[in-house]
């Protein structure tokens, strides 16, 4: 995902990397339409609603039609039937984190595609909301998924109580209906009231005190290895995969609370974390390395003549 990020879609790794994701969902059968429209949903929408609850400013209309833009052409890209949530925003109305119903603002009409990425990001989160609705439940296999995720996010947290309080907090993050399908009870009020002050100093703090970013941050190398043609992530936050154990990865004062916790470094563990890097073709479960180049090739060929042909995706519409 972070090459569907990073480069813009007309570049080789961004095509790559679309490539490698519908060859894997290929492989699952399993894997269903609204499975993928949701997944789509959960990468689009979720940071909209972060930051508009969290930051020190909320998005305006203009940076939400550009989520919904980029989005668009990736769920395209990723040959996702999206036509269903067609007017969701109006049949299904859901309310924003501020309290207001999303339909308002919304003028795409009834029989024709989206006017523009702002009401296809409202279409998208009415879906995204009913299929949680719909679908979100606890069971077995989502509590072990949630145990595993809240283990390796509290890991350098040096004590079970501080770790407890840490859990209780992420909770926090979770709107009502996902702490029911987690299996998790709501936090106290006093938890509550910790992270809501902390929110709030943050926002304060970013808005009047904070510096603005010099450079911007990037966990994947942007040229591959000279010698191997394999890319390398840049940082890591749990588990080292596909960093290089240079003598700064693995000694640098970033590494340091990895070597109070015990936690692995770049190059340990011997292959595990695959230190020598990673290739676009190749990535993805054990079991389907080495393979699909094929297939991949003609799916990017497909791709690469899609962004060739393409604009954007709502100029139609805006030109009527």
Not at 36 to 51: E, Q, R, S
Not at 108 to 123: A, H, N, Q, T, V
Not at 126 to 153: C, I, P, Q
Request: charged share 25%; with cysteine; proline share 7%.
């Amino acid at each position: 995902m972070q090459n569907i990020y990073n480069f813009p879609p007309d570049h080789p790794r961004f095509q790559l990397a679309i490539s490698r994701i519908n060859y894997i969902h290929s492989r699952y059968a399993r894997i269903q339409n609204p499975d993928m429209l949701y997944t789509l949903a959960v990468f689009a929408c979720n940071p909209w609603d972060y930051v508009d609850r969290d930051e020190w400013r909320q998005m305006n209309a203009l940076e939400v039609a550009g989520l919904g833009t980029f989005w668009m052409n990736v769920g395209e890209c990723l040959k996702i039937d999206m036509t269903g949530i067609k007017n969701m925003a109006v049949t299904h109305p859901s309310v924003n984190e501020s309290g207001k119903r999303d339909v308002a603002g919304y003028t795409s009409s009834e029989s024709e595609g989206w006017r523009d990425g702002y009401d296809f990001m409202l279409d998208l989160r009415a879906y995204m909301r009913w299929h949680e609705t719909e679908y979100a439940e606890f069971n077995k296999d989502v509590d072990a998924l949630v145990s595993t995720t809240f283990d390796v996010g509290t890991q350098y947290i040096p004590t079970a109580a501080l770790k407890r309080f840490v859990k209780d907090i992420l909770v926090t993050e979770f709107h009502e209906k996902w702490q029911r399908a987690m299996g998790r009870p709501p936090p106290d009020t006093w938890t509550s009231s910790i992270f809501r002050h902390f929110t709030s100093f943050r926002r304060i703090y970013l808005r009047h005190l904070a510096l603005p970013a010099f450079w911007s941050s990037e966990r994947t190398s942007p040229d591959p290895d000279p010698k191997t043609g394999l890319y390398h992530q840049v940082d890591y936050v749990t588990f080292p995969y596909y960093v290089r154990p240079s003598l700064w990865n693995r000694y640098g004062p970033s590494t340091w609370p990895s070597w109070l916790f015990g936690v692995p470094l770049p190059g340990d563990d011997g292959v595990k974390y695959r230190p020598e890097g990673y290739s676009l073709e190749e990535i993805g479960p054990e079991m389907m390395e080495g393979k699909g180049k094929e297939w991949m090739d003609q799916d990017r060929q497909w791709c690469q003549e899609r962004m060739e042909a393409s604009t954007c995706p709502f100029a139609a519409m805006m030109r009527q």
